[in-house]
């Protein structure tokens, strides 16, 4: 198995399961997907996937950034191919079925909001900084 493809599919996985760990299955399949895709980053971009997998606490700076300066990037691209995964694992379903939303979890969405459009705003510096 793809080493570098299996450590990208863990930690993009606990990011877009919000610390979940993904199931064994999900890496698995992600790896072929990736093996089959044939997505390969330019050098700039994998410098940065490597920062990422050392540093996975930029992941949703960076995502974020990279939806304002990149959408099409390689990065993003991953982590579509994996949450199309991860979303059809009985394992997972709890993080993709809707659910119901008390008022307080409104207003948590509301400040979510606020925060995503700050995480973008910074991680579009990053990335720029980083690129």
Do not use: C, W
């Not at 940065?48 to 990037?73: F, I, Q, T, W, Y």
């Amino acid at each position: 198995m793809n080493q570098q493809h299996q450590s990208e599919a863990l930690v993009f996985g606990r990011y877009l399961l919000n610390g979940i760990e993904p199931v064994d299955s999900a890496v698995v399949l992600y790896v072929q997907a990736m093996e089959r895709l044939a997505i390969v980053p330019s050098s700039d971009e994998q410098r940065l996937l490597d920062r990422l997998l050392l540093h996975p606490m930029l992941l949703p700076l960076v995502d974020a950034g990279l939806a304002l300066a990149n959408p099409r990037s390689v990065i993003r691209r991953k982590l579509f191919v994996l949450s199309a995964i991860l979303e059809t694992q009985p394992a997972h379903a709890a993080v993709y079925l809707p659910y119901e939303h008390s008022p307080v979890q409104h207003l948590k969405a509301i400040f979510s909001a606020v925060f995503a459009g700050l995480r973008a705003a910074f991680g579009f510096i990053l990335v720029k900084l980083i690129a």
